[in-house]
């Protein structure tokens, strides 16, 4: 079992920069596959990104391509997303999740999850 605990979100002017950090309980952290997935208010939760065990695959929504980067240091048991040029259609819950799959973006892959962060972006 592994516990998630989000941190980095806030807000930020349109165009600006968050990251956001995920840190991992347990020592199993190099075992999961890693997602992130956002809820904005009024609308189902979105996949954003993920990234593979060992860093070595990434899979970005369209929507967040070109601008949002998972990343993930197994040695300190925490993923990250980058987000760069923020639009206010950005504005959400974000969420990570631990998984035991692959790469994917369907919220069911993943049998862990976080409380989320609040992500904030102004016009």
């Known amino acids: 079992q592994v516990q998630l605990v989000e941190s980095g979100g806030g807000l930020v002017q349109a165009g600006g920069s968050l990251r956001l950090s995920c840190a991992a309980s347990?020592?199993?952290?190099?075992?999961?596959?890693m997602g992130w997935f956002r809820q904005a208010p009024g609308k189902e939760r979105e996949f954003v990104a993920a990234i593979s065990r060992n860093s070595g695959i990434t899979n970005v929504a369209d929507s967040a391509k070109g601008r949002f980067t998972p990343s993930r240091d197994n040695a300190k048991n925490t993923v990250y997303l980058q987000m760069n040029s923020l639009k206010p259609e950005d504005t959400a819950v974000y969420s990570c999740?631990?998984?035991?799959?692959?790469?994917?973006?369907?919220?069911?892959?993943?049998?862990?999850w976080g409380q989320g962060t609040q992500v904030t972006v102004s016009s």
């Open positions: 999740a631990a998984g035991m799959g692959v790469t994917g973006a369907a919220p069911a892959m993943y049998g862990y």
């Open positions: 347990g020592p199993t952290f190099s075992r999961y596959v």
